[in-house]
């Protein structure tokens, strides 16, 4: 009887072991701050690039006036045989997300660049493109722009006027140093009922989201013309996608949906298209923007990268990594309030000090949970799911 609790005993020991491994495997991807982490991603490119011929590192210096060292990093690996397909992964869009999408990259990079894959397949990895707001902590730019409402190759956005935010300017873009205490704050959710009785949540969602251009200190401001690095990015994205047949790019973003759970976001597509990523990720759920849940938005980063290739097959896919249930009634308006009081503090400062580290703590880990049990869940998540769609990728025929 003893030897059978002794190998009992073992068993589970191993089983905790092995799954305190994956975790560590997992969790290890994930860095402390921006610099750290673009480390990583130049140490990787450089030591890829080397072993792969006529591949190309690029480092973009993104301008600011407070910081001399911001810069958007890309590794390029091409076709070996055939120049056939591209995939495109990016990550860092909104800066503070870029922890997670540094991590994946990392991993991409360590598990799934092959000779199979690159027989016909190039490759692209487009590091944090908003560095202010990775080093910063905050989702937008310097500019207090959204590049995920400012990428275009067309400035006509930058006259779009969404309607429906004027009406909810005053709710969402309060004045006055933050003071997480006052009746205001402590009532947000009710008061934000009243707002969802007169309207609809699908209608706010939409007004709020979709991007507004007329209020440089708002929420969601797309901004009044390109951001720096949209500028640089375009001719480098255009020459690498040139002589490419098709092109699949996928999107890195934390936030939105259920928790720890990996959703996927495609742009409005063709029948073409649409058939053939629903091939591609087969066995998962995809959001056609037929929910509720949906809304559109304006001037994102995949839409920019399928304007510069407007004459292919592009496949567009965000990868959206949810972390406060953001798709319930409650969790939306934790997550908006959250923003609201970031956005708020950052241009009025804070009452106290307390009040400070609640909002950054708040915001930081609505983009990038400490968790490691959420760490390790979505990276899991993300490796059995490329380890499924990269081989459907690169033997499709999508001409």
């Not at 259920?258 to 649409?274: I, R, S, W």
Request: proline share 3%; net charge neutral.
């Amino acid at each position: 009887m003893k030897h059978k609790h002794l190998l009992l005993t073992l068993g589970l020991w191993v089983i905790l072991s092995a799954q305190l491994l994956a975790q560590v495997n997992y969790t290890g991807y994930f860095k402390l701050d921006y610099i750290s982490a673009r480390q990583v991603f130049r140490n990787n490119a450089n030591l890829i690039s080397s072993n792969y011929s006529d591949s190309k590192t690029f480092t973009i210096n993104v301008e600011s006036k407070v910081d001399d060292d911001l810069t958007v990093d890309l590794l390029y690996i091409p076709c070996q045989k055939q120049m056939d397909k591209l995939l495109i992964i990016s990550s860092g869009v909104h800066g503070v997300e870029g922890f997670v999408g540094n991590a994946v990259q990392q991993m991409f990079m360590e598990k799934f660049i092959n000779e199979d894959l690159l027989n016909n397949t190039g490759l692209l990895f487009v590091h944090s493109v908003n560095p202010y707001g990775f080093k910063y902590l905050r989702r937008v730019s310097e500019n207090n722009v959204d590049l995920n409402r400012n990428s275009s190759t067309d400035t006509s956005l930058y006259s779009s006027v969404n309607e429906g935010y004027a009406k909810m300017y005053s709710f969402i873009n309060p004045a006055g140093k933050v003071n997480t205490k006052s009746c205001k704050n402590k009532m947000f959710n009710l008061r934000a009922v009243f707002k969802i009785i007169r309207a609809s949540m699908p209608v706010l969602r939409q007004a709020v989201l979709q991007g507004q251009y007329q209020y440089p200190e708002g929420l969601y401001f797309g901004g009044s013309n390109f951001e720096p690095q949209i500028v640089a990015l375009t001719p480098i994205i255009s020459s690498i996608c040139e002589p490419y047949k098709s092109v699949f790019a996928i999107d890195l973003h934390t936030g939105y949906g259920e928790k720890g759970k990996l959703h996927l976001f495609p742009n409005t597509v063709g029948d073409v298209a649409k058939k053939q990523l629903e091939d591609i990720f087969a066995g998962y759920e995809i959001d056609w923007s037929d929910s509720d849940d949906f809304y559109t938005v304006t001037g994102d980063f995949v839409d920019f990268m399928n304007i510069l290739n407007k004459d292919k097959a592009f496949l567009p896919m965000t990868f959206e990594y949810g972390t406060m249930n953001s798709q319930t009634t409650k969790g939306s308006l934790k997550s908006i309030h959250i923003m609201i009081l970031e956005n708020q503090g950052n241009h009025y400062g804070y009452k106290k000090e307390r009040d400070s580290l609640k909002v950054i703590n708040d915001f930081v880990e609505m983009y990038n949970p400490s968790s490691a049990e959420w760490r390790t869940k979505i990276m899991k998540d993300t490796e059995d799911m490329l380890k499924t769609i990269i081989p459907r990728f690169i033997d499709m025929d999508l001409n």
